[in-house]
Nanobody, 129 residues
């Protein structure tokens, strides 16, 4: 079964960029719906990107990151990326890659035509002024 590990987080100044990666193992994710979420201290987990290969709208984003974030994947590497540009302090959060595992009993979160119930361990993104 698929497992996810995020990487690429770090500390960056406002206006800077980071590229997060989500390496998948245990399954080929070429046809999987993949998502990115984030959670800041004191806040609920927030969806920030979705990549659904079968959708006419393959990638979608909430208004909070639209135009700044973009999700992509490299099937040869079985890896999903989140390019984050023009970062703002409010983007500071732990970022998680997400997918669906049928073996996971919890229903998880349904959004934009996908269900997410499995997350990687996360990677921290800190944006300073």
């Amino acid at each position: 079964q698929v497992q996810l590990v995020e990487a690429g987080g770090g500390s960056v100044r406002a206006g800077g960029s980071l590229r997060l990666s989500c390496g998948a193992s245990g399954a080929t994710i070429s046809n999987y719906c993949m998502g990115w979420f984030r959670q800041a201290p004191g806040k609920e987990r927030e969806w920030v990107a979705r990549d659904l290969p079968s959708s006419s709208r393959r990638t979608v984003y909430p208004d909070s990151v639209e135009g700044r974030f973009s999700v992509s994947r490299d099937n040869a590497k079985n890896t999903v990326y989140l390019q984050m540009n023009n970062l703002k302090p409010e983007d500071t959060a732990m970022y998680y890659c997400a997918t669906y595992r049928a073996s996971v009993s919890e229903r998880g979160v349904s959004t934009m035509g996908c269900r997410f119930n499995y997350w990687g361990p996360g990677t921290q993104v800190t944006v300073s002024l």
